[in-house]
């Protein structure tokens, strides 16, 4: 998936990134996870950069969520 980042450039996003439309402000945020390492597993919230509302956990991968530009 092609987008824009933080700097203006674009880039090739990876597979671990998706966009995720938040259960309760229902604004669409990029998603990236990143599988935890065994042995060392907490859970983790999937929580909504614009309203704070938690969508997910996983005790299996780590979210960071980052929100998309508004003319995206
Ligand atoms: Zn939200």
Redesign the pocket.
Known sequence: MLSYDENGNLRDYEESQKKVV??????T?LQETEEQVAGFKEVDDDV??????I?DRSGDVEFFNHKLEDNQ
């Open positions: 938040c259960g309760k402000c229902h604004k945020y909504c950069p614009y309203c704070g509302h969508n």
